[in-house]
């Protein structure tokens, strides 16, 4: 019995100053990577590796309202973007490397099954652009997105 009453208190007074450490830590850093155009809040999955970016939203049902997923490429220029594999319609935000909307491309269509590769629509912008941005369908014009909105990425390494 005497053996039990000290040994909690002291291992409360040993683990406690790691607790609280670890608590604020992960209250104080939200590390969330965003894309913010203008005024406008996409929380992101960021496609920075080939692995990612050719999966990209291959094969999920859906979007949350106000997600996305960011393409970051290797080289200075995005390449062109199809619907292959997927289950939703999207908005191709293509960012500039000035972090500017360079073009918007609305409402891409999911593909009619059986479609042969080559017969598929490819999406790129005009003009040129570094980043694109994937949205759900609509939210570009819901959300008034436009050529020559200012980007910021936060949470992302040394980006806009």
Not at 40 to 56: I, K, P, S, W
Not at 125 to 152: C, F, S
């Amino acid at each position: 019995m005497f053996l039990t009453w000290w040994i909690l208190p002291l291992a409360l007074v040993v683990l406690s100053p790691c607790v609280n450490v670890d608590i604020s830590v992960s209250r104080d850093r939200d590390e969330t990577p965003v894309v913010r155009i203008e005024d406008v809040r996409f929380e992101v999955e960021v496609a920075d590796t080939q692995r990612l970016r050719q999966r990209g939203l291959t094969g999920r049902p859906y979007l949350e309202e106000r997600k996305g997923m960011l393409f970051i490429p290797d080289g200075p220029e995005v390449a062109p973007f199809w619907m292959k594999g997927m289950l939703f319609p999207l908005d191709f935000i293509w960012i500039g490397r000035d972090c500017r909307v360079a073009d918007v491309n609305t409402y891409a269509n999911v593909p009619t099954p059986g479609t042969p590769d080559d017969e598929m629509r490819r999406y790129r912008p005009y003009p040129t652009a570094t980043y694109t941005l994937e949205v759900n369908a609509g939210e570009a014009d819901r959300l008034r997105i436009r050529v020559g909105d200012k980007v910021k990425f936060e949470n992302i390494d040394g980006r806009c």
